[in-house]
């Protein structure tokens, strides 16, 4: 036998072992309620004892890829509220869909077991929030996640980015903005096709840099001022409204920054929200309050830099477990409520609604980790003459609603946890970016096993003909 024959042997053994090592399988399915056969969005999907997961989409969709490594441990289908399904990753069978039946604590004998235990809605808050430094990380992590950043009308999309990012916090404890890390790491579709006031953006990016309030849009004409600046400030303006620094570094991530002394759930938490409990439910065999939220008598204001964002009133729902205080998810909503927030929101936005954001949180290692992030805000585009203050007013006539009121949908799934201090450290030491909307060079290769959000139906379609409107509009 021949060396060359035996490095040929030895080639092909190694690229088998690869093969095998790397292989995966992918899980796709539907969950639907038992008793209605509507789809469960938002239920999660994982490999039990893993980071692994997924979460259904607004069908009740999901696609999950799954290292074969992991074929004999458990896939578990949960969502508050139901019974979970549980079955073996190598037996699942995507041609039966998954039902999951209701499942509902008693409230009465519940709030009976103990006297000791809180009974009221703001109680229970106190206590989640009290428990924190016991539920969040009290070390430094890493998570890689999916992000997908839509832009649109009422009419169709016009800008959509997909990408895979990395975060590393270094513990509950310590302040966001300098122990919070974030970067892109890869992007996979960069489609922009707004129709962009640039000389508002302008306007506003003049206003932070020089600290002068004076400028306005009539200070300035549009044919004296050179394209790369425009773009530079229309950059600055979406990383301002939707940059990922904003987004967890700020107010909005309220679990994990609540220890700042002006956080949304800081110490005067009640004075800006009251709770009040609902009912006891259940989800994978554990109970969770289900607690409503509500106004009190403060405002909730989120003082972004160079933005009129205050005056508004929360309502939604918090899920707090039973056993621990550990918050699951919260779905919360701030609507204009003060007399300038309410003609603000009117006249830029066309709603009333400024923020829609939903946080779940999963359980890892005794720790609870920010699983899943759904964040929609309305967003100034294309306002023409209007300005960013209280009291302006247009005429309404001359607006075509459908076409100029935008909105921006940012969705992210964190899909691994990493607690590893080298490999840390490692990914600390490489250059951090945390821009979101500079294009970056297409790996193909990186994609080919990497967990995404499935889109709808509605959104793969609005999706695609994007897709085809942005490349007539290339050529």
Not at 392 to 412: A, C, H
Not at 438 to 444: A, E, F, G, I
């Given at each position: 036998?021949?060396?060359?024959?035996?490095?040929?042997l030895?080639?092909?053994?190694?690229?088998?072992?690869?093969t095998c090592?790397s292989?995966?399988?992918?899980?796709?399915?539907?969950?639907?309620?038992g008793s209605?056969?509507?789809p469960?969005?938002?239920?999660s999907?994982?490999?039990k004892n893993?980071?692994?997961?997924?979460?259904?989409?607004?069908?009740?969709?999901?696609?999950?890829?799954?290292?074969n490594?992991?074929?004999k441990?458990?896939?578990?289908?949960?969502?508050?509220?139901f019974?979970?399904y549980?079955?073996?990753?190598?037996?699942?069978?995507a041609?039966f869909?998954?039902?999951?039946?209701e499942?509902?604590?008693?409230?009465?004998?519940?709030i009976l077991?103990?006297?000791?235990?809180?009974?009221t809605?703001?109680?229970?808050m106190?206590?989640?929030?009290?428990?924190?430094?016991?539920?969040?990380?009290?070390?430094?992590y890493?998570?890689?996640?999916?992000?997908?950043?839509?832009e649109?009308?009422?009419?169709e999309f016009?800008?959509?980015?997909?990408?895979?990012i990395t975060?590393?916090?270094?513990?509950?404890?310590?302040?966001?903005s300098?122990?919070?890390k974030?970067?892109?790491d890869?992007v996979?579709?960069?489609?922009?096709?707004?129709?962009?006031?640039?000389?508002l953006?302008?306007?506003a990016?003049?206003?932070?840099?020089?600290?002068?309030?004076?400028?306005?849009?009539k200070?300035?004409?549009?044919?004296?001022?050179?394209?790369?600046?425009l773009?530079k400030?229309?950059?600055?303006?979406?990383?301002r409204?939707?940059g990922?620094?904003?987004?967890?570094?700020g107010?909005?991530?309220?679990v994990?920054?609540?220890?700042?002394?002006?956080?949304?759930?800081?110490?005067?938490?009640?004075?800006?929200?009251?709770f009040?409990?609902?009912?006891?439910?259940?989800e994978?065999?554990?109970?969770?309050?289900?607690?409503?939220i509500?106004?009190?008598f403060?405002?909730?204001?989120?003082?972004?830099?160079g933005?009129?964002?205050?005056?508004y009133?929360?309502?939604?729902?918090?899920?707090?477990?039973?056993d621990?205080?550990?918050?699951?998810?919260?779905e919360?909503e701030?609507v204009?409520?003060?007399?300038?927030?309410?003609?603000?929101?009117?006249?830029?936005?066309?709603t009333?609604?400024?923020?829609?954001?939903?946080?779940?949180?999963?359980?890892?290692?005794?720790n609870?980790?920010?699983?899943?992030?759904f964040y929609?805000?309305?967003?100034?585009?294309?306002?023409?003459?209007?300005?960013?203050?209280?009291?302006?007013?247009?005429?309404?006539?001359?607006?075509?609603?459908?076409?100029?009121?935008?909105?921006?949908?940012?969705?992210?799934?964190?899909?691994?946890?990493?607690?590893?201090?080298?490999?840390?450290q490692?990914?600390?030491?490489?250059?951090?970016?945390?821009?979101?909307f500079?294009?970056?060079?297409?790996?193909?290769?990186?994609w080919?096993?990497?967990?995404?959000?499935?889109?709808?139906?509605?959104?793969?379609?609005?999706?695609?003909?994007?897709?085809?409107?942005?490349?007539?509009?290339?050529?």
């Amino acid at each position: 036998m021949t060396n060359r024959f035996l490095t040929y042997l030895f080639t092909a053994f190694l690229f088998i072992i690869g093969t095998c090592a790397s292989a995966q399988t992918e899980l796709t399915n539907t969950v639907l309620e038992g008793s209605t056969f509507e789809p469960i969005e938002s239920a999660s999907i994982y490999v039990k004892n893993t980071t692994i997961g997924t979460v259904t989409n607004a069908d009740g969709k999901f696609l999950l890829t799954v290292p074969n490594k992991y074929l004999k441990d458990t896939l578990i289908v949960s969502s508050i509220g139901f019974k979970s399904y549980k079955i073996p990753v190598v037996e699942f069978d995507a041609s039966f869909e998954i039902y999951l039946d209701e499942d509902v604590a008693s409230l009465d004998e519940i709030i009976l077991i103990a006297e000791t235990r809180p009974k009221t809605g703001n109680e229970i808050m106190m206590r989640a929030i009290e428990e924190l430094p016991k539920n969040l990380p009290d070390s430094s992590y890493l998570q890689k996640g999916f992000m997908r950043h839509k832009e649109r009308n009422k009419i169709e999309f016009k800008w959509l980015i997909e990408s895979a990012i990395t975060l590393y916090d270094s513990s509950f404890i310590s302040s966001p903005s300098a122990n919070l890390k974030l970067n892109v790491d890869q992007v996979r579709k960069s489609y922009d096709l707004r129709d962009v006031d640039s000389l508002l953006a302008y306007t506003a990016y003049l206003k932070n840099k020089s600290k002068n309030s004076r400028i306005t849009t009539k200070n300035l004409r549009r044919d004296t001022i050179l394209t790369s600046s425009l773009v530079k400030a229309i950059k600055w303006n979406d990383n301002r409204i939707n940059g990922l620094e904003t987004l967890f570094q700020g107010k909005l991530n309220m679990v994990r920054n609540a220890g700042n002394s002006k956080a949304l759930f800081g110490e005067d938490i009640l004075s800006k929200h009251q709770f009040k409990l609902d009912t006891v439910l259940v989800e994978n065999g554990r109970k969770i309050y289900k607690i409503k939220i509500s106004e009190s008598f403060e405002y909730v204001n989120l003082e972004t830099p160079g933005v009129f964002n205050d005056g508004y009133q929360p309502k939604g729902w918090i899920y707090v477990y039973w056993d621990n205080y550990a918050i699951k998810r919260i779905e919360y909503e701030l609507v204009a409520a003060s007399s300038a927030q309410r003609s603000r929101s009117k006249t830029l936005y066309d709603t009333e609604i400024n923020h829609k954001l939903i946080l779940t949180y999963k359980e890892y290692q005794d720790n609870m980790y920010l699983n899943y992030v759904f964040y929609e805000t309305p967003k100034l585009v294309n306002v023409r003459t209007v300005v960013d203050d209280p009291k302006t007013e247009i005429d309404e006539s001359l607006v075509n609603k459908d076409e100029r009121f935008y909105y921006t949908v940012q969705e992210i799934l964190f899909t691994e946890i990493i607690t590893d201090d080298n490999e840390i450290q490692k990914t600390l030491k490489q250059s951090w970016d945390p821009d979101l909307f500079s294009p970056k060079p297409y790996d193909k290769g990186f994609w080919k096993n990497y967990n995404t959000l499935l889109e709808s139906k509605e959104e793969e379609k609005l999706i695609q003909d994007l897709t085809k409107r942005y490349s007539l509009f290339k050529d």
